[in-house]
């Protein structure tokens, strides 16, 4: 999206920004729900990423016939409360980028993957 935003002459300028605004959202979303992996290559501490505590549990309860411990439901409840308020930002990421693709679509930008191409029968593409 970004070189399509380069590529097109008539674009404004406060596209470009607000795609890489759009980026840090998607990574910071990324690292909340997987980790910090360049963290993680440098031995540096992180607190458990959501995948992180659910692995955890999983892997705790997977030759255990007993009920999870408190620790593992506390852990499960954590996880699922930050997995609501992530999923609640990645909705808000997919509505502001769906506005960006059509910024770009009216600007006559190209075609990029993941987007439908707006047509208009034998004249082409918009």
């Known amino acids: 999206m970004r070189q399509a935003i380069l590529d097109t002459p ?8 607000e795609a890489e605004r759009l980026g ?6 990324m690292v ?4 910090d992996p360049t963290k993680e290559a440098r031995n540096v501490f992180q607190p458990p990423s959501i ?6 549990i999983a892997s705790d309860q997977y030759y255990v016939s007993s009920a999870p411990t408190t620790t593992q ?3 499960y409840g954590w996880a699922a409360e930050a997995f609501a308020v992530e999923l609640g930002r990645l909705e808000t ?4 980028l769906q ?7 009216a600007a006559g930008g190209p075609w990029t993957p993941g987007r439908l191409p707006e047509w208009r029968g034998a004249g082409g593409p918009r």
């Open 10 to 17: 008539a674009v404004e300028t406060a596209l470009f920004a």
């Open 24 to 29: 840090d959202s998607l990574d910071e979303i």
């Open 32 to 35: 909340a729900l997987r980790g």
């Open 51 to 56: 995948r992180d505590r659910v692995e955890r």
């Open 73 to 75: 439901r506390d852990a």
């Open 93 to 96: 990421l997919e509505r502001d």
């Open 99 to 105: 506005s960006l693709e059509a910024k770009l679509e």
